[in-house]
């Protein structure tokens, strides 16, 4: 009878591993997750330049502000990083949209993402 008294103070003394060892392995876990939200917030943000930048050179085409048209076609968080200066050619305008990366990381700068779009000049 001794040696089960023995395995049942040995239960006792292991109940708060397993919430030791879930400690530990919190902050892994939320970094992580942080990335995930990192690499989604970048792969968001080259969706919206696109964007900008074919209402940019549409409105551009149009006779129009591509500024103007670059900033409203983005959402309304993303819109004060984003530049959107048009080029023109003989027949065509091209405008580059530039919008800041945001970082859920105080501190650390991703960037900007950057795209072109071309577009004739509408006579």
């Known amino acids: 009878m001794p040696y089960l008294a023995g395995r049942q103070r040995g239960r006792h003394r292991d109940r708060g591993q ?3 060892e879930y400690l ?3 902050p892994v876990l939320i970094i992580v997750a942080m990335a995930a939200v990192q690499l989604g917030l970048i792969a968001y943000t080259a969706q919206q ?3 900008a930048a074919r209402a940019g050179a ?3 085409s149009l006779d129009r502000s ?3 048209a670059c900033t409203a076609a ?3 968080w993303l819109a004060d990083g984003t530049d959107c200066p048009p080029s023109y050619a003989a ?3 091209t405008v580059t949209a530039t919008v800041d990366i945001p970082s859920i990381v ?4 991703f960037g900007d993402a950057t795209r072109t779009a071309t577009m004739p000049l509408d006579h």
């Open 24 to 26: 530990g392995f919190l």
């Open 74 to 76: 983005v959402s309304g």
């Open 58 to 60: 549409r409105g551009a």
């Open 106 to 109: 105080p501190g650390w700068d």
């Open 91 to 93: 027949d065509e305008v």
């Open 49 to 51: 330049a696109g964007t």
């Open 18 to 20: 397993v919430a030791i």
């Open 66 to 68: 591509a500024q103007e």
